[in-house]
């Protein structure tokens, strides 16, 4: 898909590779809608593009419904949905008071996993009433985003790589649901990328982060995420699958 001209919807648009996405998809001609909970920064962050900005929590269901219906209104049914947005805790599953609160695990797969698939409901129901595209019949392009802790999940990551696991798990699963309209479903499994989440840590902290990457022997700029997903909209053939962009990292234990 070209995705010049198209209506595309980016959440988590507030900060870090959702703003990125947000930015580099309008220069390349998109109608973007950011989507994020935090409204004031993402109107902002809108009207700084000439773009339309909406707040919305992604895993509630009546605001990501209103969310849709408002970029529907604003830019037309999406063909392109791009799930950024998400939460990273920290806590062991027995710590040092005990077991973590049930609440704590819940509510990070609430926003990282069903939110994601709130968002990936509502939008390919737009995507499947609209006409196929030329030449070769696709309806939408879905990319979202999960972790490598998805695959190696660190001490003290039990909600988080939980959650970006079962977004791994949806990805063929709705590609595969999604095939017979057209609609593809990509997954993108970031290594350490340059965002506020990490760059909120200590330098030392970031500096020895950087140096556990192989090569490039760096944090990832949000503008590779960004791409990245130009990429996968515009190559037919990704679809059911978890792209790692991470500099060949393999998580640690700790
Ligand atoms: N930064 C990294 O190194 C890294 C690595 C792997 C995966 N990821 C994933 O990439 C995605 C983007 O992360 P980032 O680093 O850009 O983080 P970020 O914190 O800069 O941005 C995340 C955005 O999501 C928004 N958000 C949080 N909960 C929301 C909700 N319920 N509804 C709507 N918006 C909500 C936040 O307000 C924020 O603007 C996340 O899913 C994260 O888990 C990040």
């Given at each position: 898909m070209n995705i010049e001209g198209q209506s595309v919807i980016v959440t988590g648009a507030a900060s870090g590779m959702g703003a990125a996405t947000a930015q580099y998809l309008t220069k390349a001609g998109a109608r973007v809608a950011l989507l994020d909970l935090n409204s004031d920064q993402v109107e902002e962050k809108a009207a700084e593009l000439g773009a339309v900005g909406v707040g919305c929590d992604v895993s509630d269901s009546d605001s990501a419904s209103a969310a849709v219906a408002a970029v529907v209104s604003a830019?037309?049914?999406?063909r392109v949905l791009v799930n950024c947005a998400g939460i990273a805790t920290g806590e062991r599953i027995v710590g040092r008071d005990g077991p973590m609160p049930l609440e704590n695990f819940s509510r990070v797969i609430n926003v990282n996993l069903i939110g994601t698939f709130n968002m990936i409901r509502l939008v390919a129901n737009e995507m499947f009433a609209q006409e196929p595209m030329e030449p070769g019949g696709e309806r939408g392009v879905i990319v979202n985003t999960a972790s490598v802790a998805a695959y190696?999940?660190?001490?003290?990551q039990a909600a988080y790589a939980a959650s970006k696991g079962g977004v791994v798990a949806l990805t063929i699963q709705a590609a595969r649901e999604f095939a017979s309209k057209g609609v593809r479903v990509m997954t993108i499994a970031p290594g350490?990328?340059?965002?506020p989440m990490l760059m909120g840590m200590p330098q030392e902290v970031q500096d020895s982060l950087a140096a556990s990457v192989p090569f490039p022997q760096r944090l990832g700029d949000p503008v590779e995420y960004a791409r990245l997903v130009e990429h996968i909209c515009q190559n037919?053939?990704?679809?059911?699958d978890v792209i790692r962009l991470d500099g060949a990292i393999r998580l640690a234990p700790r």
């Open positions: 830019n037309g049914p999406p190696e999940g660190q001490i003290g350490l990328i340059a965002t037919e053939m990704l679809n059911g």
